[in-house]
């Protein structure tokens, strides 16, 4: 008897173990496809779901600044959270990228607004750059500014053809403003003077702050010549103490459509243009680089937004990730030779 409960009981518990064991299995293998649910649910969180700190790496009051409030503006009502910009000038605008680059969190928090100079032209500037374009994820391309070639309003020449050809006679008699020997203006002048073989090596760099500081001293005959963007000479333009002699690229600016660009008199391949957009920190989330494609995307079509791109004398000029961050590359390959060729390299 004894023999037989004992015998009765071990195929109990080994039906109980079984029973278990069909139940473990059962639990331990998901559901099909929840896995990949689960991956994709983490991937593309709500975004944003809080504030975001649009980092601008210049002061108040410029052409970055101003389209980074602009942006800023329109993407706090797109998204309801608010994208608050923060000035963090110096450095050439590597005190502020760094913050944003290397300092913050990449989790799509801190965004920078990003330009031709603090790029591009600092990677070609210098041999070794705080900054890089592999530190960062191109997001999107907001704008773009036309150069242009301003002197004081009663200079002598008539027209860029004659200027240039004094500059090509002339070159240690020509001054001209930069914020330094890597910036906007210093590339826009080493273009130029590749175009005509002038020397650049015996012009005059004046360092100053920026088109507020420089401007002023063309018009007070400090300077022969600032080359800027057209909305930062406009002011003093529009108040008669310089001219524009000319604009870059293959096409008048349609905010000086009477003014003809260097290609028309004779002075081939000016190329620099001036651009802003939007970066992050590398690692930053692949739904975060979308979310701000696709916005920045719908942005530039905004009558509103585009109006006070207008009136700050920027165009919308729209590139998504892929085809800004291969523009910044190529041009970034352009600036080092044009820098190497006229040892402006440090």
Request: proline content about 5%; overall charge neutral.
């Given at each position: ?203 005059r760099m004046i360092v100053t702050k920026g088109a507020s ?16 963007t057209v909305g930062e000479i406009n002011p003093m333009l ?109």
């Amino acid at each position: 008897m004894k023999a037989y409960v004992k015998w009765i009981g071990g195929i109990v518990s080994c039906l109980a173990a079984a029973a278990v064991t069909a139940c473990g299995v059962g639990v331990a293998q998901p559901a099909a496809g929840s896995e990949t649910q689960a991956s994709a649910s983490q991937a593309a969180p709500a975004y944003p779901d809080r504030q975001i700190e649009y980092v601008v790496p210049y002061s108040a009051g410029g052409g970055v600044d101003l389209v980074a409030r602009a942006a800023a503006d329109y993407l706090s009502k797109e998204w309801g959270q608010p994208v608050v910009v923060v000035n963090k000038p110096g450095g050439g605008g590597t005190v502020g990228a760094q913050y944003a680059l290397k300092q913050a969190k990449n989790d799509g928090y801190t965004a920078l607004a990003v330009n031709v100079s603090n790029t591009s032209m600092l990677s070609a500037g210098m041999k070794q750059p705080l900054i890089t374009n592999a530190d960062q994820i191109y997001a999107a391309r907001i704008g773009k500014g036309t150069l242009a070639f301003a002197v004081k309003a009663d200079a002598p020449w008539k027209d860029f053809a004659e200027f240039s050809q004094w500059v090509k006679q002339h070159p240690e008699q020509l001054t001209w403003t930069s914020v330094g020997p890597a910036g906007f203006s210093a590339f826009g002048v080493a273009e130029w003077m590749d175009a005509i073989g002038a020397d650049f090596s015996k012009t005059r760099m004046i360092v100053t702050k920026g088109a507020s500081d420089s401007l002023p001293k063309v018009a007070g005959g400090h300077a022969i010549l600032a080359v800027h963007t057209v909305g930062e000479i406009n002011p003093m333009l529009q108040a008669k103490k310089v001219k524009i002699l000319a604009v870059s690229g293959d096409e008048r600016s349609p905010f000086l459509p009477d003014v003809p660009t260097a290609e028309e008199q004779g002075v081939k391949g000016l190329t620099v243009f001036w651009w802003t957009g939007v970066s992050f920190p590398k690692g930053t989330p692949v739904y975060v680089i979308n979310k701000w494609e696709e916005a920045v995307a719908k942005m530039v079509n905004d009558p509103a937004f585009v109006k006070k791109l207008h009136d700050m004398q920027v165009e919308p000029d729209y590139a998504d990730s892929a085809r800004f961050t291969q523009d910044v590359q190529k041009e970034t390959g352009y600036y080092v030779e044009l820098a190497e060729k006229r040892s402006m390299r440090k």
